[in-house]
Every structure is written in C-alpha cells, then in structure tokens.
T-cell receptor
Framework: DQQVKQNSPSLSVQEGRISILNCDYT??????FLWYKKYPAEGPTFLIS?????DKNEDGRFTVFLNKSAKHLSLHIVPSQPGDSAVYFC??????????????FGKGTKLSVIP | DVKVTQSSRYLVKRTGEKVFLECVQD?????MFWYRQDPGLGLRLIYF???????EKGDIPEGYSVSREKKERFSLILESASTNQTSMYLC?????????FGSGTRLTVV
C-alpha cells in the first residue's frame, strides 16, 4: 500500500511558466517532507523540505506547500527553466525514535520544461 | 558536505555471477540505505543499516544481501545475478533532514 503518492507520472510546462508537482500521503505519523530532484544517470539530490509544523517553505524559485488536513503537499517552481527538467520525488518521514531512520518515497513525476 | 561514493557508475555482469556494489560515506553517519530505481516503480528500498553489523530488510530484499563491517562502508551483494536485477542502484546516507545519495550504479545483467 503506497503511503506516498505522486499521481502524475509526467508533466510538461512551457519555459517561464509555473510548474506544480503534487504529492499525497496517507500516514498521519509523517512529520517531515522532502523533495528530491533526479537527472538521468545521477543520484537524487535534495531540493527542499518542510516540517509538519509549517505550511510553506520557500527557497528561491522553489516553494513547497503543505496542507496537513488534506494530507497533501505541492512543489511550485516559478519560473520554470529547461534545466529543471528532471524526475522529482516526494518523500516523507516519521521519526521512529528507535535509532533507525527511513524515508518513504513516491514514484516520481517527470517534469519536462519546453523552451 | 557529505559525500557518498559508489565505486562504479556502470557495470555489466553475466547471469549467475556474484556482484558486489560498494558504497562509502565520509561523515560517520549511522544510517545507510540501498535502493533500486526502475521506470514507473520509483525508488524501492532493498536493505538498510543503522549501525555496524546491523542490517534490516527493506521492501525487496530477495536475491540480495548486504555487509556493513565498518561504519563508513555499506556493500550490496547480488548472490547470483539475474536479468531482472538490471537496474539503477542507489546508495544513501542519512543526516537530518534527509538522505544524501551517491551517483548511482547502472547495472546490466546479461
């Protein structure tokens, strides 16, 4: 059973416009959320994160919004650039407090920014 | 910055071979992970370790084993490689708030 869902496998956006990537989760114990970006033949790189005590976090062109009541988060990229074309993974964590730590990932959304 | 190094970027192995994928991190992190990435399936956890000589099965451990003899090194072992293990393998190390990944190893089993 998928606890983190990215329902859009792909998304195409014109350069300069806004990209909105969505993520839903089912586990109410998740208290931290992250977005990773992955280019082909490379490992994922951390992009931005948000704690469950916040509803928004911004870093340059990237903003993550969290709606806890809806168990939904989104990543906004404004303005989109061709170099943003990559696969974006949503991830969530629940601090188990047992000495181990694990992220649960969505299946990813492939973003294509068209020049 | 934390560095996670995977020993090979590309590997081609034959069916039935024993394959070792090596991963080293340089920040004394306790938690390390092995994932595989396949199109449409996302990142799937194979094994993880939260201390030396400790290991835990992830979601898809069948056909794999791991070794963690030293804190900085976490090895993934394919006991007898099969074609369905052709994939991108990703090692990660944890520091709050998330993982640092290695560059990945693209393994092809022929």
């Amino acid at each position: 059973d998928q606890q983190v869902k990215q329902n859009s496998p792909s998304l195409s956006v014109q350069e300069g416009r806004i990209s909105i990537l969505n993520c839903d989760y089912t586990n109410s114990m998740f208290d931290y959320f992250l977005w990773y970006k992955k280019y082909p033949a490379e490992g994922p790189t951390f992009l931005i994160s948000i704690s469950s005590i916040k509803d928004k976090n911004e870093d340059g062109r990237f903003t993550v919004f969290l709606n806890k009541s809806a168990k939904h988060l989104s990543l906004h990229i404004v303005p989109s650039q061709p170099g943003d074309s990559a696969v974006y993974f949503c991830a969530a964590s629940a601090n188990s407090g047992a000495g181990s730590y694990q992220l649960t990932f969505g299946k990813g959304t492939k973003l294509s920014v068209i020049p | 910055d934390v560095k996670v190094t995977q020993s090979s970027r590309y590997l081609v192995k034959r069916t039935g071979e024993k394959v070792f994928l090596e991963c080293v991190q340089d920040m004394d992190h306790e938690n390390m992970f092995w994932y595989r990435q396949d199109p449409g399936l996302g990142l799937r956890l194979i094994y993880f370790s939260y201390d030396v000589k400790m290991k835990e099965k992830g979601d898809i451990p069948e056909g794999y084993s791991v070794s963690r003899e030293k804190k900085e090194r976490f090895s993934l072992i394919l006991e007898s490689a099969s074609t369905n293990q052709t994939s991108m393998y990703l090692c990660a190390s944890y520091r709050f708030p998330g993982y640092t990944f290695g560059s990945g190893t693209r393994l092809t089993v022929v």
